[in-house]
T-cell receptor
Framework: AQSVTQLGSHVSVSEGALVLLRCNYSSSVPPYLFWYVQYPNQGLQLLLKYTSAATLVKGINGFEAEFKKSETSFHLTKPSAHMSDAAEYFCAVNTGNQFYFGTGTSLTVIP | ETGVTQTPRHLVMGMTNKKSLKCEQHLGHNAMYWYKQSAKKPLELMFVYNFKEQTENNSVPSRFSPECPNSSHLFLHLHTLQPEDSALYLC?????????????FGQGTRLTVV
């Protein structure tokens, strides 16, 4: 079985500060992992994906994530938060039959 | 614009009404999905269609009835819904069922059942 767990349903950072959103996965096979962002009353937009080509994955809007097999983690980071980064972020794993999403982390950026 | 369009964006319906949600993708994808997103709950997969054939029905009540007439269109027919069915309904598509493919989502339909 495959699943993802997001630690922290709410994260607040100051504008310009480091953003760190945590995701741990459980998988019996090499996982394919994704980060999505959702703005209010919108659908989910792909930020980045890990498909085993490189452990450090760069995405849109300055986000990146590092796949760490030893820690079963795929944390999302951004060096400097912008006000426009305020949104809900979802980690997901694709089993081929379906995507399993985490419960989401709401990011607040404080001016 | 993700290439997946959902209509309507907002829908208010009574418990005795019948309505339909529409999803259209312009990406040439072969798999389409319905998800339900309720407040404070993880996204729930409802149905999966692959090459117009339903491959997943995640124990969804029969008051939700999907239809996939072709690979570009997906409908969700609604009848005799309950207030707890109020949620954001998201449609998504993928090129195929490979594990390394990402899903493209529509903007969702915000459904309120009164």
């Amino acid at each position: 079985a495959q699943s993802v767990t997001q630690l922290g349903s709410h994260v607040s950072v100051s504008e310009g500060a480091l953003v760190l959103l945590r995701c741990n996965y459980s998988s019996s096979v090499p996982p394919y992992l994704f980060w999505y962002v959702q703005y209010p009353n919108q659908g989910l937009q792909l930020l980045l994906k890990y498909t085993s080509a490189a452990t450090l994955v760069k995405g849109i809007n300055g986000f990146e994530a590092e796949f760490k097999k030893s820690e079963t983690s795929f944390h999302l980071t951004k060096p400097s938060a912008h006000m426009s980064d305020a949104a809900e972020y979802f980690c997901a794993v694709n089993t081929g039959n379906q995507f399993y999403f985490g419960t989401g982390t709401s990011l607040t950026v404080i001016p | 614009e993700t290439g997946v369009t959902q209509t309507p964006r907002h829908l208010v319906m009574g418990m005795t009404n019948k309505k339909s949600l529409k999803c259209e993708q312009h990406l040439g994808h072969n798999a389409m999905y319905w998800y339900k997103q309720s407040a404070k709950k993880p996204l729930e997969l409802m149905f999966v269609y692959n090459f117009k054939e339903q491959t997943e029905n995640n124990s969804v009540p029969s008051r939700f009835s999907p239809e996939c007439p072709n690979s570009s269109h997906l409908f969700l027919h609604l009848h005799t819904l309950q207030p707890e069915d109020s949620a954001l309904y998201l449609c998504a598509s993928t090129t195929d069922r490979a594990r390394n493919t990402e899903a493209f989502f529509g903007q969702g339909t915000r459904l309120t059942v009164v």
